[in-house]
């Protein structure tokens, strides 16, 4: 469309279709963790516990899946596969509602099972232009808002409407059937990237199995120490937004109002500092930004904790900075951590791979976290729980970080100084033939 041909316009309107898009897919995802299902449980076990790791179970599977389905999507598919795999997700939520406990806690996990891939498909519509920066932070800040949003939603639904717990989920992805088509139908009305924009930041398609396997392997130490500070990042964030509820119970908040509230402050600073980005144009430089941006994160989550224990900061604020802290680390790596590596060394490739599988692995530690606390450490609280996560993250996190860094400084420098020698300037290497 011609108006979308302005770039202020283009990037405005792009941000806020991803925005809208995730956030309504959250509604069909989050609904079931603003409520606690006290009193209920299944072999002497939270019922909310059981239904918390059947969903992220369905969710770490479907990051798998989509390892291959993502990167081999076409263009063409992505906003059909959206509303397939969402629509998909409301008719679990509509069997749990239907089928009795405790078997219904099989429909929580065909609930996560086709959600896991929207991210990565949403991904496609944004990569690889001079402005993915800007349109990245617009979709990373709809997670961040979301999950507070539609805590807020649900429980203010069940209140005024006397909605049951069991039926909530549904009837809360039921409100955004709409919102979601008018957003995934925007998406479709972004245009490709420019032959500009695959100059500033390399040509992004579909990857087979063997083009998969060979960025790993070009990448692999770098990759892997990533992969782990990712994995420890993810499980500790998702304990947070899933049992958000119980923590604060725990530290004597009762507010549901707080989720939005905080949540919502930390996707706006999240946002500017993410959408400021775009104004550095050297790819190396804003992935050392980067990643000084997620040392940074790690960092704040043990320093506010250990601020929060000796009495310096309200519980409040504490839990409005640990979020802030794991977001800082948390958002990049959803998109433009992988953006900028792939652009630094000109990798012929699609960010909706690397993400999704470095989902996968996230997801799969958050399936270990879930299952050590809650069916191997249930006496212990979910407030201490968190506290004591706090410490261990902010010391191994950062530490996997900067190691990791270490690796991709040293192997960029490397292949710029080959080429430098070869031609006598200073080109951006290619590593992908």
């Known amino acids: 469309m011609r108006f979308l041909r302005h770039p202020t316009v283009f990037v405005l309107f792009g941000a806020i279709a991803a925005f809208c898009t ?15 299902f006290e009193g209920v449980a299944f072999a002497g076990i939270s019922y909310k516990i059981w239904l918390i790791t059947a969903q992220v179970l369905g969710y770490a599977a479907s990051k798998r899946i989509g390892v291959k389905v993502v990167s081999e999507m076409s263009p063409g598919r992505r906003a059909l596969n959206l509303l397939l795999f969402i629509g998909l997700s409301e008719l679990a939520l509509l069997g749990f509602a239907l089928v009795p406990a405790p078997w219904n806690i099989v429909f929580l996990f065909l609930n996560g099972l086709p959600l896991g891939m929207v991210y990565g498909i949403m991904l496609g519509f944004l990569e690889g232009r001079r402005q993915t920066d800007a349109l990245v932070a617009g979709l990373t800040a709809s997670f961040i808002f979301a999950s507070g949003f539609v805590k807020t939603v649900a429980l203010t639904i069940r ?15 039921g409100l955004f059937v709409v919102p979601l088509l008018l957003s995934v139908y925007a998406l479709t009305l972004l245009p490709p990237p420019t032959a500009e924009d695959q100059a500033l930041r390399t040509e ?3 990857m087979n199995a063997g083009e998969r396997k060979a960025f790993v392997r070009n990448f692999g130490p770098g990759l892997v120490l990533l992969l782990i500070s990712y994995v420890v990042l993810s499980a500790f964030r998702d304990f947070r937004d899933n049992f958000g509820p ?3 119970k725990d530290a004597g908040v009762s507010n549901p109002g707080i989720f939005a509230k905080t949540e919502t402050l930390v996707a706006v600073g999240v946002l500017v500092v993410m ?35 000796i009495g310096l900061l309200t519980t409040g604020t504490w839990f409005l900075l ?14 433009l951590y992988f953006e900028r590596l792939v652009a630094s060394f000109r990798y012929v490739s699609t960010v909706g791979f690397i993400v999704t599988l470095a989902d996968y692995y996230g997801y799969m530690g958050s399936v270990a976290v ?5 069916f191997g450490h249930a006496s212990i609280s979910y407030l201490d729980f968190f506290v004591n996560g706090a410490y261990i993250l902010a010391v191994l996190y950062s530490g996997l970080v900067i190691t990791s860094f270490l690796y991709f400084r040293k192997r960029y420098q490397v292949e ?18």
């Not at 959250?26 to 409520?35: C, L, Q, S």
């Not at 209140?159 to 992805?173: C, I, N, Q, R, Y």
């Not at 879930?370 to 809650?374: A, E, R």
């Open 246 to 248: 119980e923590i604060l």
């Open 22 to 36: 995730y956030a309504c897919m959250y509604a069909f995802r989050k609904g079931i963790t603003a409520v606690t």
């Open 370 to 374: 879930l299952l050590y606390k809650n």
């Open 416 to 433: 710029v100084d080959r080429l430098e020698v070869q031609s006598g300037q200073l080109p951006a290497p290619t590593l992908h033939e």
């Open 322 to 335: 640990t979020g802030l802290g794991l977001y800082m680390g948390y958002v990049p790596c959803n998109g």
């Open 159 to 173: 209140a005024d409407w006397g909605v049951s717990e069991f039926w909530l989920p549904f009837v809360t992805g």
């Open 275 to 309: 959408a400021l980005l775009q104004r550095v144009t050297n790819n190396f430089r804003a992935f050392a930004l980067l990643n000084g941006i997620m040392l940074l994160g790690g960092l704040l989550v043990g320093f506010s904790t250990w601020a929060y224990s």
């Open 204 to 206: 992004r398609k579909p």
